[in-house]
């Protein structure tokens, strides 16, 4: 199938190494490429392995129209507050025929019902596996394997940065210590800021809750508090004491609607919150026939992201072809 990326940072990379090396096996094929800091590449006969960019098309509509292509991989950066450009982009996609894999969670988080509509709609697939856990399976597998389940909550350690500085902070770092580190190993969000005040947090949050729990919110509907106010002192004091702090999103129905909310909690070091370190993440579904079950990613880093990506490439592919 032929590919059109829109953005082209670690993931995108990382992505196209991947198809490269999977092409005997999957035969996906990148027709373009467009970036606001690079410019535009496009080829029918597929881009070479370093594609030359030329200047950036006028638009992404204008880049879809030149790519020609079956599916649209968004890869742009995240927008926690309006989940923009990405919606549009999205949206310029369906309009021109193409299904749409991303990994960029601000659009799942803002706009799910109306794109998942607009999709059907449409008869094309949208999918978006590397949205919440870097490519381990949350989405597909609740679709997947658990049919008949009710999701009627989740409790998730989602954020990779804030346990670096955490963890910084217990071993005699600071506050900014832990970010830099973050920042060396490519996970922090471009703004930093997004990720320790709680707003990654939030929109996979968001994210989970639309498309799991039917929750149509956003980002600034759930109460969040980061780690923000933490300093070393106290992680020290915390950390002798044999507890620790995780930004935990937390989700669940109750009489009265959706009750959702992202928090720095304190836990025991023995807690299965506080079990995960470094990039690693879990996520727990509370369920009405399966009680709980859990996916744990360890240590994942841009390759699992961009393998989540090429798992939704390989359902759209496989849905095509059925």
Not at 90 to 98: D, E, L, Q
Not at 247 to 268: H, P, Y
Request: aromatic share 4%; proline share 4%; with cysteine.
């Amino acid at each position: 199938m032929k590919l059109a990326l829109i953005g082209y940072g670690n993931v995108g990379r990382a992505l196209a190494a991947l198809i490269r090396r999977k092409k005997s096996e999957f035969p996906f094929k990148i027709l373009g490429i467009h970036t606001a800091r690079h410019g535009t590449a496009v080829d029918p006969r597929g881009l070479a392995r370093d594609p030359r960019f030329g200047p950036a098309a006028a638009s992404v509509e204008a880049f879809l129209d030149a790519a020609h292509a079956e599916i649209a991989v968004e890869l742009t950066t995240l927008n926690p507050v309006t989940g923009q450009p990405a919606i549009d982009h999205m949206r310029a996609a369906f309009a021109r025929g193409m299904h749409v894999v991303t990994a960029n969670k601000g659009p799942i988080a803002h706009a799910y019902a109306d794109l998942h509509d607009e999709a059907v709609r449409r008869n094309l697939l949208l999918r978006f596996e590397a949205t919440v856990m870097d490519g381990a399976p949350v989405f597909n597998q609740v679709r997947n394997n658990l049919p008949g389940v009710k999701v009627l909550g989740f409790t998730g350690v989602l954020n990779s940065t804030s346990k670096i500085v955490i963890e910084a902070m217990e071993q005699g770092g600071t506050f900014e210590e832990g970010l830099d580190a973050a920042r060396r190993m490519g996970i922090a969000e471009a703004d930093a800021s997004f990720d320790v005040e709680g707003w990654d947090s939030a929109a996979k949050t968001a994210a989970l809750a639309n498309v799991l729990m039917d929750a149509r919110t956003n980002p600034q509907a759930i109460p969040t508090r980061g780690i923000t106010r933490l300093g070393p002192d106290r992680v020290r004091e915390l950390n002798r004491a044999g507890k620790t702090v995780r930004l935990v999103s937390r989700a669940r129905r109750t009489d009265r609607g959706l009750s959702l909310r992202v928090r720095a909690e304190v836990l025991d070091k023995t807690d299965i919150l506080a079990c995960v370190h470094g990039t690693s993440n879990l996520l727990l579904l509370h369920t009405d026939l399966m009680g709980t079950v859990g996916t744990v990613s360890v240590s994942p880093g841009v390759e699992q992201t961009a393998y989540g990506v090429f798992i939704d490439l390989v359902e759209v592919l496989r849905a095509v072809n059925s």
